[in-house]
């Protein structure tokens, strides 16, 4: 229990310190952001709304392929629901339930195989963050002239060499074996069963080389979905920024959101914040982020809704997913 609080207290401090921050930065743009909201045009924000659904049909693509390799099937329109709910455990749930692992509860639920399930969603997540990196980093090769902030250059780096390890570690076996000596040694021995386990499995998609490719292509697929998604949010509010700029700072607020909060929120106002006032004014930046969290907390009303028609869960479900 004294866990449980501790993460929670820490997400919630975070988020709250964050919001703190880009009020304190933007306070007297506020009203002016809410402003830009009056007129914002409605056929941009349905191109959005289909290109976010469109995506996740790419991911759940990605995720069937996976799950195949463990020998896993589930249905595509199971896979889809499982992906469209995620979307509200992603942004309301404060606690360490989130999207994946709801996700992985579910088909694990459905197919009785808690390890594959498990493994099955880590490795759909390693290749939705190389995407997302392999795209920034592309982004800021091009247009690294134009980039004023050296830390965008060194976050990408960072995050691509981490990027790299996970590639070496799939595709290369004496680097495996290196990371597996060295895992083995760090850990309490009550946990070497699973990481022998965990390891096993990896072995299993590393004979499967050629689907490691369709899976990356769906990835990057779904990551260029998703930019043009936000590029037309964007536009619905007559913010127009060349294309580029939204697949150079997208994936940069994607990765800051993964720090510890409530789904994102805080850390991700203030990346998109910091990050956009350099090319547009510090109004439609707030803009910008107002009505990009309208969107996606919309979208995880409405899945919430929909989880509920379908049944939802218990409380005593929602404590099986946390744990």
Known sequence: MLK?????????AISILSLAFVY????????????????????????????????????????????????LHLSFSRLYYLWVIS????????????????????IYKDTGKKMASAISILIDRFFGLMA??????????????????????QTLLWMGGLVLVGI???????FSKRIRFLLLGLSPRRFHE???K????????????????????YSILAQVLFIFMVYFIATSIDIHLPIAIFFLFMPLILIVSMIPSIGGLGVREAATVYLFKTYIPLDQAVAFTLIFDLFLYGIGCACGILYAIRGGASIKELEQIEN
């Not at 989130?98 to 992985?104: E, P, V």
């Not at 965990?198 to 292509?217: I, N, P, Q, S, T």
Request: no cysteine.
């Open 132 to 153: 997302t990196v392999s795209i920034g980093f592309l982004a800021f090769l091009i247009g690294r002239r134009h980039i004023e902030d050296p830390r965008i250059g």
């Open 4 to 12: 449980k609080f501790n993460s929670l207290f820490l997400r919630v």
């Open 198 to 217: 965990l390891f096993e499995a990896f072995d299993l998609y590393r004979r499967r080389r050629k689907d490691f490719g369709v899976v990356y292509l």
């Open 87 to 106: 979307l509200f455990f992603n942004l309301f749930l404060p606690s360490a339930i989130g999207g994946d692992i709801a996700k992985a509860y579910y």
């Open 24 to 71: 304190y930065s933007v306070r007297g743009e506020v009203v002016e952001g809410f402003s830009h909201l009056k007129n914002a045009l409605i056929l941009p924000l349905l191109i959005a709304l289909l290109l976010n659904f469109i995506s996740l049909a790419v991911v759940t693509f990605r995720i069937s392929k996976i799950l195949s390799i463990q020998h």
């Open 194 to 196: 699973k990481l022998q």
């Open 168 to 174: 070496l570690f799939f595709v290369s076996r004496r």
